[in-house]
Nanobody, 122 residues
C-alpha cells in the first residue's frame, strides 16, 4: 500500500485546511485509516482514525469538534478537514493505513505516507 498525503500549507489562526491522502495498492491493507502529526522535536501523536465503512471514527481530545475525518473508498482517499486551526496544530501530518479492523490511537499502523507540513501562524 502506498500513501500520498497532500493539502498542507500555511494558514492563519482560525483558518481551515483540508488534507487528502490518496492510497494505492491492496485494498485490504486500507481497512483502517488514520492521521497522525509530529510537531518539531516531539513525538508522533494520533489525530483521527476511521474504519473501512466510516461508521467508526476516533479523535484526539485536542481536535474534537474542530477536525473531521472522512473517506471515499471509491477513490481510495481519506480526508482530514481541519477548522478553527490553532498555532499548536502546527506539525507534519502523516496518513496511515492498516489491514486490521480496529481503529487504534497508537502509531502501529503498517503503512505510512510521506507527511505534509501544516503551519498555523499569523
Amino acid at each position: 500500500v502506498q500513501l500520498q498525503a497532500s493539502g498542507g500549507g500555511l494558514v492563519q489562526p482560525g483558518g481551515s485546511l483540508r488534507l487528502s491522502c490518496a492510497a494505492s495498492g491492496r485494498s485490504f491493507g486500507m481497512n483502517t485509516m488514520g492521521w497522525f502529526r509530529q510537531p518539531p522535536g516531539k513525538e508522533r501523536d494520533f489525530v483521527a482514525g476511521i474504519s473501512w465503512s466510516g461508521s467508526s471514527t476516533l479523535y484526539a481530545d485536542s481536535v474534537k469538534g474542530r477536525f473531521t475525518i472522512s473517506r471515499d473508498n471509491a477513490k481510495n482517499t481519506v480526508y482530514l478537514q481541519m477548522n478553527s486551526l490553532k498555532p499548536e496544530d502546527t506539525a507534519v501530518y502523516y496518513c496511515a493505513a492498516d489491514p486490521r479492523f480496529v481503529v487504534r490511537t497508537t502509531p502501529t499502523y503498517d503503512y505510512w505516507g510521506q507527511g505534509t507540513q501544516v503551519t498555523v501562524s499569523s
